[in-house]
């Protein structure tokens, strides 16, 4: 699973430069909005190429971003050093189903925006529910996936992929009763794909804080 999962990544990241846009995503900008303006430490999961860890520590964020693709992470890395934020950011190539930070580290806000691999799928529940445990108290875990195809040109082989219900994130996340369950919604937008062409799709947006004293297993 594991290396299947990387080396179809790898694969994908090597058709061309640059696969992402390299611009943040717009759940974590509005999410972020209302968050302390001093940032703090924050944690993106499935990072790809950084954009939203240097849009982060744009914002005053010390930011770590962990992606399955090297090839990723090294772009991340570039897109860092390139935007002087290279201080502010550290990004490591691992498997989120089996990394985990260090045992004293913890993080004010822990991202996954789109953790999601069609057709070769990732132990996605394992990797939201381990999420759960880098959370600070007081810090707030953000869990943002597409609930519906992203565009209408998706190929044959990922069209029989599971969207993930709003409901369905959270109970991945298997939350003690330390936790403040702030959004559990869809929300509807519109996106561009491939050809061009608008559509309209849905993301599941989860909010989470764990409270204040309270501290992860």
Do not use: K
């Amino acid at each position: 699973m594991d290396g299947t999962a990387r080396e179809w990544w790898e694969a994908r990241y090597a058709e061309r430069d640059g696969i992402w846009s390299g611009r943040v995503n717009a759940v974590l900008a509005d999410v972020v909005a209302g968050l302390p303006a001093d940032g703090g430490r924050a944690l993106d999961l499935g990072c790809g190429e950084g954009g939203d860890v240097v849009w982060l520590a744009e914002q005053g964020w010390t930011v770590t971003g962990v992606d399955l693709s090297r090839t990723a992470v090294e772009r991340g890395e570039r897109a860092a050093q390139a935007a002087g934020l290279a201080e502010r950011t550290r990004f490591v190539a691992a498997d989120l189903a089996t990394w985990a930070a260090g045992a004293e580290e913890r993080f004010d806000l822990v991202t996954a925006s789109f953790l999601q691999s069609w057709p070769v799928e990732i132990p996605r529940d394992t990797i939201l529910h381990r999420a759960t445990a880098a959370v600070a108290p007081g810090g707030h875990l953000l869990v943002t996936a597409h609930a519906a195809p992203p565009h209408g040109d998706l190929p044959e082989e990922m069209r029989s992929y599971r969207f993930p219900t709003p409901e369905q994130d959270l109970a991945a996340l298997r939350l003690d009763g330390g936790w403040d369950v702030v959004v559990a919604e869809g929300r509807p937008r519109s996106s561009t794909g491939p050809d061009g062409e608008r559509h309209e799709t849905v993301d599941s947006v989860v909010l989470v804080r764990r409270r204040p004293g309270q501290v992860s297993a």
